[in-house]
């Protein structure tokens, strides 16, 4: 093929290949378009969406303003004869309508999720049946109020399974309708009052029922709307019962001898508060005040009906957790068997507080005052603060000690685990133990602190400033508290000492309790607790007894009296030493004649224990058991005799003659 033929037939295939290229352009071009087309009407439901959120919200503050205005007529100037009065099927009707669809849509549009859901309480039941068969097959020591608690709301597993079930239900259903929140929450009576008839006695089955039937009526009023007369003869029942009961309540309480004062006054506080809010509730509704009667009445049935499903979750989780911390499969692991009595009351008080801010919460929505209580919380810690360049806000400092007080704790439960159940389980050198797990705890505070400086957005030129300045403050006055940082941290590595060695230092003996990374206490064998900085154990002279092993050598005199056969008691000796069981054979002991005083013939016993904390016991048995045999043998122990001359008394001559004393006269 010639040149010129070869160039024609590139040149035709470029030519086709932008042939090729712009026919895909042009219709990429056209798809595009058809893309935009389609993206506008959306665009514009985005903006009408917006705008209608906007309008919803600016509607709940205004309806927030005015709990405490009138907004509609007292009951002596309602018009009775007024048809829409009267015509409650046509509201019932549209209810069912228009609610009705509501939860069809948004059931349809979670189908998978409501399944999903309903699986969990399935689960959640089977669950429960478990733990009321396992809890009659524990046998608890002492149990608790919590596990008393517990193991009678377990034999209501059902009821205790679907208060469980509905505490998790914000888990499964986000954006849910409101109506779907009003069948909820009087589904949630039923458990409730299965529950509270089985745990109360019978003088409290009235009140139960009372507050079913108020239940019942609080889900009528938002079936009803606030202009018919239903709505207003519904309130205003409701709030007679609230007032007759809470009297009764009041009377009871006044008169009641509970052993919880604190628990008491607190009750006498909630019914005296809820019985304001009922009486405000029953004179806001007969002067026109509709929303105030609405919040007043609905602070009473949905507070109590709060605080009892919190009261009972709170005890049926607490329970759980005391009863999985009781039972055989964690009571293996070290960190839960050592520290019983410290999880339960950690675990109590954390679920008791989650409760507490749930119930609050649940309070600054019944008041509907939560736009605003939360906005005055956002602007209070969202206030910015300047410290010369340095700007930050309550908030973040608060984030930041947050997020470090996280940390710590969270290296503190991994520590306990590591110490406990991890590194005591592997064959290590002493001291290597304590200190990977110092590591990993200083690591995760370090990584703790990073991250709430992160957490609140301190930029590196602000962190640069404290540095220096802490720069500054060594050169100053804590080269001590550096110098002992430092120590801690060769002590850590090195292991010179470690925690229960026994130790010297500074003339006093005692045990290494613990060891900090600016400090270590030393217990006395005295009772007392010596605080010896690090930067001492590591420049002065530090005696270790402990520091690779527990021996020690025990040395006894003990001397007998001349004549004694010396061999014999050599042979005694031995064998004392050799019948006490805390005495070890490597090093052999010794017996050895120290020398011949001027009472007695000494010898000196030599041997070894394993035993270092004990080795005041062990020579004090060893000495009983030399006297014993001594004296069993006849082998006598002398005492020191000393010889008394006397030359004169008041200008006599005494002396000495055949056992007696001889006069003479005449001065000395």
Do not use: C
């Not at 596990?147 to 059902?158: D, G, K």
């Not at 400033?465 to 500054?472: G, L, M, Q, T, Y």
């Amino acid at each position: 093929m010639d040149t010129s033929t070869a160039d024609s037939t590139v040149l035709l295939t470029i030519d086709n290949v932008i042939l090729f290229a712009d026919s895909i352009n042009q219709t990429l071009v056209s798809r595009s378009n058809e893309v935009l087309s389609l993206l506008q009407p959306i665009t514009s439901y985005d903006v009408e969406v917006d705008d209608l959120i906007e309008r919803i919200g600016n509607i709940l503050k205004q309806r927030e303003g005015k709990v405490l205005a009138k907004t509609h007529p007292s009951v002596l100037e309602l018009d009775y004869s007024a048809p829409y009065h009267w015509q409650l099927s046509t509201y019932l009707q549209s209810f069912i309508r228009e609610d009705g669809r509501a939860l069809n849509t948004y059931y349809q549009s979670n189908r998978y999720t409501f399944w999903a859901y309903f699986g969990f309480l399935a689960v959640l039941i089977g669950l429960f049946f478990y733990l009321r068969n396992r809890s009659r097959e524990i046998t608890l020591e002492e149990p608790n109020a919590y596990q008393r608690a517990f193991t009678r709301i377990l034999e209501r597993p059902v009821s205790a399974a679907l208060i469980l079930g509905i505490l998790a239900l914000s888990l499964f259903f986000k954006n849910q309708p409101p109506i779907l929140g009003d069948i909820t929450v009087l589904l949630l009576v039923i458990p409730l009052l299965s529950i509270g008839f089985h745990l109360s006695e019978k003088r409290g089955y009235k009140y139960l029922i009372a507050f079913g039937v108020l239940a019942l009526f609080r889900f009528l009023n938002d079936i009803f709307p606030p202009d018919i007369l239903l709505h207003r003869i519904l309130l205003l029942v409701s709030g007679g019962l609230e007032v007759y009961f809470l009297l009764r309540l009041f009377r009871y309480l006044r008169g009641a001898t509970i052993d919880r004062r604190i628990f008491h006054q607190f009750l006498f506080l909630l019914v005296n508060v809820h019985l304001v809010a009922a009486i405000v509730g029953i004179l806001a509704n007969l002067t026109g005040q509709v929303k105030l009667a609405n919040t007043a009445i609905d602070l009473v049935i949905t507070n109590t009906l709060v605080a009892l499903f919190l009261v009972l979750s709170a005890a049926t989780l607490i329970g759980i957790i005391h009863l999985g911390i009781d039972s055989p499969v964690f009571s293996r692991l070290n960190v839960v068997k050592n520290r019983k009595p410290l999880l339960k009351k950690k675990t109590a008080g954390l679920i008791r507080f989650l409760a507490v801010l749930v119930w609050l919460d649940a309070i600054i929505r019944i008041l509907q005052v939560s736009n605003r209580f939360y906005s005055f919380l956002g602007n209070f810690f969202g206030r910015e603060i300047s410290l010369g360049d340095i700007r930050f806000s309550l908030g973040q400092i608060l984030l930041f000690f947050l997020v470090i007080w996280l940390s710590i704790v969270v290296s503190r439960a991994i520590r306990a685990i590591l110490d406990d159940d991890v590194l005591s389980r592997m064959s290590l050198e002493k001291g290597v133990p304590r200190m990977i797990s110092a590591v990993v705890t200083y690591a995760l505070v370090t990584i703790g602190v990073l991250l709430a400086v992160n957490a609140v957005g301190m930029p590196l030129d602000q962190l640069t400033i404290i540095f220096s300045a802490f720069s500054v403050g060594i050169g100053f006055g804590l080269q001590n508290v550096v110098n002992n940082f430092v120590s801690g941290i060769i002590l850590l590595f090195e292991r010179p000492v470690q925690l229960g060695d026994t130790v010297e230092v500074g003339g006093r003996i005692g045990v290494v309790s613990s060891m900090g990374i600016r400090s270590s206490h030393i217990s006395t064998f005295d009772g007392a607790k010596v605080i010896v900085p690090n930067g001492s154990l590591i420049s002065n002279e530090v005696v270790n007894w402990t520091l690779t092993d527990k021996k020690r050598r025990i040395e006894i005199i003990s001397g007998v009296a001349y004549g004694s056969d010396v061999h014999k008691v050599q042979q005694l000796l031995l064998e004392v030493i050799d019948q006490h069981p805390d005495v070890i054979k490597d090093p052999k002991p010794m017996v050895l004649f120290n020398h011949m005083g001027e009472s007695s013939l000494d010898f000196r016993m030599l041997f070894w224990t394993d035993k270092f904390d004990d080795w005041v016991r062990i020579r004090s048995e060893v000495i009983f058991m030399v006297h014993d045999t001594l004296y069993r043998e006849g082998i006598s122990i002398p005492f020191p005799q000393r010889d008394l001359h006397i030359k004169s008394v008041n200008g006599l001559s005494i002396a000495p003659s055949n056992g007696g004393a001889q006069k003479e006269s005449g001065p000395d």
